[in-house]
């Protein structure tokens, strides 16, 4: 049975701040030389899922130059394809407000496309997942919608999370939502496996009535006032989630610290495939120090580097100091600069003798093209 994949690529962007000011939360870098996006859809290209909608807000002229053709993740077939959805595609007058909204707009897609079954996918949350696992779990539950979740110890007392499912001897008893958790709940990925024909049914009717949130207007309502069932896939390995600027900052951090995270996220069995650079080979000098980082190619290191994760094309010059950051694409940083816990987005420049000393909870943002 096929799925149709739909991605939210702009859906959480205000929580990452000036990360994403002029790009969508989708195309947000990542790991050195990835973006948000190219995780989920890998993981559908890898779930034989054929087509594909992304629907975007706005800020998407960077998310449309990374993904081209989509031939890197082998979605340019003749029989498949992968769609920019816009707003105002078909002539709403209003940018939407909310997942049920945007999806009213993408229902022309979903209509269209191959296959009985929609799987719903924000682009915040990472793993390496089988969709297919997940699609036979819907099936065999007979229900109309499933819910990937996963269980997690919280980071810290009182920890919020989005979606958080409640059980009681296997049976699923409450949906809460941006509500407190234990290592015992089921926490909500953001991705969901729907009937397509009820999928539609549900969108046409929640947006009549002035309901445009899924989670809240959908699923919870649904399911507290007993007009669904919901199944609930249990997903075992690795979830990274990026809900804001410190667990983006953090994420990054696992990278480098935790093996079973990072062989969970880049399973060579599922690849995760980007768009491809020809890049030479990265530079070090007989000076440059480096200890525990992701370095990706085109890179000059010629300065101490230690606990960071360092994107294509970045100089690092003689003297420099970079101590647990994020070094995003194209940075200079120059002689004699000091760096710990920064996140410097692309194209940036850090002077001569500059110093910028964040805090592990409060790392420091320097913004695209910023000089400082």
């Known amino acids: 049975m096929k799925m149709i994949g739909i991605i939210f690529s702009n859906i959480y962007d205000a929580a990452l701040g000036d990360l994403t000011k002029h790009r969508t939360l989708a195309s947000l870098p990542f ?3 990835y973006r948000l996006i190219d995780f989920v859809l890998s993981n559908m290209a890898n779930s034989n899922i054929e087509n594909v909608g992304i ?6 002229q960077s998310l449309m130059d990374h993904l081209g053709s989509c031939a890197e993740w082998d979605m340019n077939r003749k029989n498949g394809k992968v769609a920019i959805l816009p707003p105002f595609g078909i002539g709403q007058s209003n940018v939407y407000q909310g997942k049920l909204e945007a999806l009213e707009g993408a229902l022309p897609f979903i209509r269209r496309s191959k296959g009985n079954y929609v799987l719903l996918s924000d682009s915040n949350n990472l793993c390496n997942i089988d969709y297919e696992n997940a699609l036979e779990s819907h099936i065999k539950s007979g229900k109309k919608i499933t819910v990937i979740a996963n269980r997690q110890e919280p980071a810290y007392d009182y920890e919020i999370q989005d979606v958080v499912l409640c059980e009681k001897d296997g049976c699923l008893t409450d949906i809460a939502l941006n509500h407190t958790y234990s290592k015992e709940n089921l926490l909500g990925m953001g991705m969901y496996i729907v009937n397509k024909q009820y999928l539609v049914e549900i969108v046409e009717e929640c947006v009549s009535h002035g309901l445009f949130r899924f989670e809240q207007d959908f699923l ?5 006032n007993e007009k669904i069932e919901v199944n609930v896939y249990e997903f075992k390995r690795t979830v990274l989630r990026n809900r804001d600027i410190l667990s983006y900052f953090q994420n990054h951090c696992r990278l480098l610290e935790d093996d079973v995270a990072r062989n ?3 399973d060579p069995q599922n690849p995760i495939y980007t768009k491809v650079r ?21 890179c000059r290191i010629r300065g101490e580097v230690d606990n960071s994760i360092i994107f294509r094309d970045v100089t690092i010059e003689e003297g420099a100091i970079v101590k647990h950051c994020i070094i995003m694409q194209g940075t200079v940083v120059e002689k004699n600069a000091n760096l710990a816990y920064a996140i410097v987005d692309k194209d940036a420049t850090i002077t001569a003798n500059r110093t910028l000393i964040g805090a592990p909870v409060n790392p420091i943002i320097v913004q695209k093209g910023e000089k400082v």
């Open 220 to 224: 919870q309502r649904y399911f507290i």
């Open 264 to 266: 969970d996220i880049f």
């Open 55 to 60: 629907i975007t807000k706005t800020n998407y």
């Open 31 to 33: 790991g050195g030389r």
């Open 278 to 298: 020809d890049e030479v080979p990265t530079y070090y000098s007989q000076q440059a120090h480096v200890d525990t980082c992701l370095i990706a190619d085109g």
